[in-house]
Nanobody, 115 residues
Framework: QVQLVESGGGLVQPGGSLRLSCAAPGSIFSMYAMGWYRQAPGKQRELVAG???????NYADSVKGRFTISRDNAKNTVYLQMNSLNPEDTAVYYC?????????WGQGTQVTVSS
């Protein structure tokens, strides 16, 4: 069973920042595109940001200019730097590894933006 280990969630005030981390096995990290999804209560899971092996990135329109995804190949870790957070960003955030028809998921980490 492939394990993606997430960390970095928590409670933050509007306008604040958080950084999420996701560590993956090296065999996965070297081959798979990595991404972050989120799911708010009563809503479908949605893609937040993705990063490919070559470093190309894509973002949901709602987070462009505020969130930055990056990957550290030496540490087999992908990060999501989240700035200017607002209450609409409150959700469980999931790390994803994707290759072809295969997807692996982390356990999820809660991000709550509230004053």
């Amino acid at each position: 069973q492939v394990q993606l280990v997430e960390s970095g969630g928590g409670l933050v005030q509007p306008g604040g920042s958080l950084r999420l981390s996701c560590a993956a096995p090296g065999s996965i990290f070297s081959m798979y595109a990595m991404g972050w999804y989120r799911q708010a209560p009563g809503k479908q899971r949605e893609l937040v940001a993705g990063i490919f092996i070559g470093g190309r990135t894509n973002y949901a329109d709602s987070v462009k200019g505020r969130f930055t995804i990056s990957r550290d190949n030496a540490k087999n870790t992908v990060y999501l730097q989240m700035n200017s957070l607002n209450p609409e960003d409150t959700a469980v955030y999931y790390c994803n590894a994707h290759w072809g028809l295969v997807d692996y998921w982390g356990q999820g980490t809660q991000v709550t933006v509230s004053s």
